[in-house]
Nanobody
Framework: QVQFVESGGGLVQPGGSLRLSCAAS????????MGWYRQAPGKQRELVAM???????NYADSVKGRFAISRDDAKNTVYLQMNSLKPEDTAAYLC??????????????WGQGTQVTVSS
């Protein structure tokens, strides 16, 4: 019902920057929340940042001041600007939306993930 195109991941040196994007498509009626989670090998999935339709944001303490989330509702796209990257930011980053899709109630949907590796 919902498809995602995620991009922007890759290998970057410590202190560098990356910008992730995630475009959702399908029979989407509205998107309440758009966000990013990450999961490193052997660790639990954790929230990185989220942005609701009213403009409220929530960031993990570990990324505050370094990452910024934004969204383009006309394109059903969420972005994550990541600056001052650290090796501990290395993980698979997964796009998440809470959306109303035609014929379905409010539902959580996940992208396939894009790898971010911070290493010298």
């Amino acid at each position: 019902q919902v498809q995602f195109v995620e991009s922007g991941g890759g290998l970057v040196q410590p202190g560098g920057s990356l910008r992730l994007s995630c475009a959702a498509s399908g029979s989407i009626f509205s998107i309440d929340v758009m966000g990013w989670y990450r999961q490193a090998p052997g660790k639990q999935r954790e929230l990185v940042a989220m942005l609701d339709s009213g403009g409220s944001t929530n960031y993990a303490d570990s990324v505050k001041g370094r990452f910024a989330i934004s969204r383009d509702d006309a394109k059903n796209t969420v972005y994550l600007q990541m600056n001052s990257l650290k090796p501990e930011d290395t993980a698979a980053y997964l796009c998440n939306i809470i959306a109303r899709v035609r014929g379905s109630p409010l539902t959580n949907y996940w992208g396939q993930g894009t790898q971010v590796t911070v290493s010298s």
